[in-house]
């Protein structure tokens, strides 16, 4: 089997990221996803108030650890940003009601 290129990767990795930020998009758009995703903004799986001492040089797991939670809290903001975008927009067109602060 031939081996990616590195441009055959970072396509794929682009497709992949656009599709979790649609379908990300797509669960934020009731009200009960929308607050899924806003804990999951909260919630960090990067170790904090030195739960874990990673000594004076961290090992590759924090630094790994750090990048896939910042990917996920960049993801989940697209789609926030991505829902807030469209909402806007359709009330604009008079398509939807503005939505009040409880919602």
């Not at 750090?66 to 903001?77: G, L, N, P, R, T």
């Not at 604009?92 to 919602?103: F, L, N, Q, T, Y």
């Amino acid at each position: 089997m031939l081996q990616p290129s590195p441009e055959q990767l970072e396509g794929r990795l682009n497709a992949h990221r656009k599709l979790l930020v649609a379908l990300t998009a797509f669960i934020g758009e009731g009200v009960e996803g929308r607050a899924f995703l806003e804990r999951m903004l909260r919630d960090s799986e990067i170790v904090a108030d030195h739960e874990e001492d990673p000594g004076v040089e961290p090992d590759r797991s924090f630094a790994t650890q750090q990048i896939a939670d910042e990917e996920i809290q960049s993801i989940v903001m697209a789609a926030l940003s991505r829902v807030r975008a469209v909402k806007s927009y359709e009330q604009s067109r008079g398509d939807i009601a503005p939505e009040s602060e409880d919602e």
